[in-house]
T-cell receptor, first 113, second 113 residues
Framework: GAGVSQSPSNKVTEKGKDVELRCDPISGHTALYWYRQRLGQGLEFLIYFQGNSAPDKSGLPSDRFSAERTGESVSTLTIQRTQQEDSAVYLC???????????FGDGTRLSIL | AQSVTQPDIHITVSEGASLELRCNYS??????LFWYVQSPGQGLQLLLKYFSGDTLVQGIKGFEAEFKRSQSSFNLRKPSVHWSDAAEYFC???????????FGTGTRLQVTL
C-alpha cells in the first residue's frame, strides 16, 4: 500500500485479556519496527524485524509481549494478560532496510480497563 | 547507548515568527539524526534527516536543521511559522547499523494567531 497500515485504530479491552495488534508495512520494506508511546511521552522501541527475523527485541518490556512477522510483510504484536500499564499507543514503522528513514503508521490506541 | 534530550516541553510562538526547537544527542560515533512531527491522533511524519555531508539539511514544509558536532546538537528551525505547524515535534537518533531509533520526549508547539 501507499503507507504503513495499522489495525485496529483503537482497542479497548479488560485487564487480563490478550490483544493482537496488526501492522502492514510499505510494500518492499524489509525492516519493520514496533514502538510504544505512553501518554505525553516519547516513543519507546520494542522490537525490530529484518525480513522475518528479529535481531533486536531488546525493548520488549516483559514476556507478556511477543511479535512475529510472516512473509516479510505483515507483523503482529501480541500482548498477553494485559495490565493497565499497557495502555498506550502502539506505533509500527517500516523502512527499505535497517538504518534508513522509518515511515510510521497512525498507531493503535490501546486502552486497558 | 544513544540518548536524546529535547529541553523544551512546550513552546508557543506567534504565526509568522521564527522557530527554533532544540535537540541534543549523545552517541559515540557519527549519528543518524531525524526530526519527526506528530499531529494529534496520527503517526509520525519525517521532516528531515541527517546522515552525513552538509551539516545544514533542508526538509519538508520549510523546515531546516543544522548538525553541530561540537555541541552535539541538531536544532530544528523555520523562519516563519504557520498555524498549521502546531503539533508535537520529536528528535531522534539512530545508527548506520540499523535497529531502533531513540527518541526525545518531544516538544509541543502551539501557534497563536
Amino acid at each position: 500500500g501507499a503507507g504503513v497500515s495499522q489495525s485496529p485504530s483503537n482497542k479497548v479491552t479488560e485487564k487480563g485479556k490478550d490483544v493482537e495488534l496488526r501492522c502492514d508495512p510499505i510494500s518492499g520494506h524489509t525492516a519493520l519496527y514496533w514502538y510504544r508511546q505512553r501518554l505525553g511521552q516519547g516513543l519507546e522501541f520494542l522490537i525490530y524485524f529484518q525480513g522475518n527475523s528479529a535481531p533486536d527485541k531488546s525493548g520488549l518490556p516483559s514476556d507478556r509481549f511477543s511479535a512475529e512477522r510472516t512473509g516479510e510483510s505483515v507483523s503482529t504484536l501480541t500482548i498477553q494478560r494485559t495490565q493497565q500499564e499497557d495502555s498506550a499507543v502502539y506505533l509500527c514503522a517500516s523502512s527499505t532496510t535497517g538504518g534508513q528513514p522509518q515511515h510510521f503508521g497512525d498507531g493503535t490506541r490501546l486502552s486497558i480497563l | 547507548a544513544q540518548s536524546v534530550t529535547q529541553p523544551d516541553i512546550h513552546i508557543t510562538v506567534s504565526e509568522g515568527a521564527s522557530l527554533e526547537l532544540r535537540c541534543n544527542y549523545s552517541y559515540g560515533a557519527t549519528p543518524y539524526l531525524f526530526w519527526y512531527v506528530q499531529s494529534p491522533g496520527q503517526g509520525l511524519q519525517l521532516l528531515l534527516k541527517y546522515f552525513s555531508g552538509d551539516t545544514l539539511v533542508q526538509g519538508i514544509k520549510g523546515f531546516e536543521a543544522e548538525f553541530k558536532r561540537s555541541q552535539s546538537s541538531f536544532n530544528l528551525r523555520k523562519p516563519s511559522v504557520h498555524w498549521s505547524d502546531a503539533a508535537e515535534y520529536f528528535c531522534a537518533v539512530g545508527t548506520s547499523t540499523a535497529s531502533k531509533l531513540t527518541f526525545g520526549t518531544g516538544t509541543r508547539l502551539q501557534v497563536t494567531l
